[in-house]
């Protein structure tokens, strides 16, 4: 499977967009902590994306499905969910710098399986590149149990804002690195 974003994934449109709502959810009422709520909400989107496999923040991606991906049915599962537009293209051999649009013969189909909705596509042709828009522009059109959990995920945090680390997702908390250090030897 080979799944690429086309361009960079904006992160921080839809945290600005939330802030005012995250607000109201944690009955904060002043701005002394608006760059720390923006920061939180971009931590708990990237939390519920990778929990739930879905994108919400707004991207486009290009896949290239390996006929391996495929089941008996036809059917391959889209790691991009949700799915607003695509266009799928196969290789041209008359001219290989411009792709035959097959996005009709294409077909992608809902289920509900751990909690969300999956895409799966059909209609698979050898080549086959889908270019997909997925994730959403308007915190407005999150399905509810979306903002729900990207509202609980800021709200636990800054419950903790005296413990967590701003700046990246990938930033260990100082008391953690403390907690480990007793139990962690380094190898010879």
């Given at each position: 499977?080979?799944?690429?974003?086309?361009?960079?994934?904006?992160?921080?449109?839809?945290?600005?967009?939330?802030?005012v709502?995250?607000?109201?959810?944690?009955?904060?009422?002043?701005?002394?902590?608006?760059?720390?709520?923006?920061?939180?909400?971009?931590?708990?989107?990237?939390?519920?994306?990778?929990?739930?496999?879905?994108?919400?923040?707004?991207?486009?991606?290009t896949?290239?499905?390996?006929?391996?991906?495929?089941?008996?049915?036809?059917?391959?599962?889209?790691?991009?969910?949700?799915?607003?537009?695509?266009?799928?293209?196969?290789?041209?051999s008359?001219?290989p710098?411009?792709?035959?649009?097959?996005?009709?013969?294409?077909?992608?189909?809902?289920?509900?399986?751990?909690?969300?909705?999956?895409?799966?596509?059909?209609?698979?042709?050898?080549?086959?590149?889908?270019?997909?828009?997925?994730?959403?522009?308007?915190?407005?059109?999150?399905?509810?149990?979306?903002?729900?959990?990207?509202?609980?995920?800021?709200?636990?945090?800054?419950?903790?804002?005296?413990?967590?680390?701003?700046?990246?997702?990938?930033?260990l908390?100082?008391?953690?690195?403390?907690?480990?250090?007793?139990?962690?030897?380094?190898?010879?």
């Amino acid at each position: 499977m080979s799944i690429a974003p086309v361009g960079p994934i904006d992160a921080t449109t839809l945290p600005q967009l939330m802030l005012v709502d995250a607000k109201l959810h944690l009955r904060v009422d002043f701005d002394f902590d608006d760059a720390l709520i923006v920061d939180l909400l971009a931590r708990a989107i990237a939390e519920v994306e990778a929990k739930f496999e879905v994108k919400i923040n707004p991207g486009s991606w290009t896949w290239s499905p390996a006929s391996t991906e495929f089941d008996v049915d036809g059917l391959a599962r889209c790691p991009v969910t949700p799915i607003g537009t695509f266009v799928a293209t196969i290789p041209n051999s008359a001219d290989p710098l411009v792709p035959i649009d097959v996005s009709a013969d294409v077909q992608f189909t809902t289920e509900y399986s751990s909690g969300a909705i999956r895409w799966k596509l059909s209609g698979y042709q050898g080549g086959l590149a889908v270019a997909i828009v997925s994730g959403y522009s308007d915190p407005l059109l999150l399905p509810a149990e979306l903002r729900a959990e990207i509202f609980e995920t800021v709200m636990r945090m800054y419950d903790y804002r005296n413990i967590v680390v701003t700046g990246g997702l990938d930033v260990l908390p100082e008391y953690q690195n403390l907690r480990f250090a007793p139990w962690w030897n380094p190898k010879a």
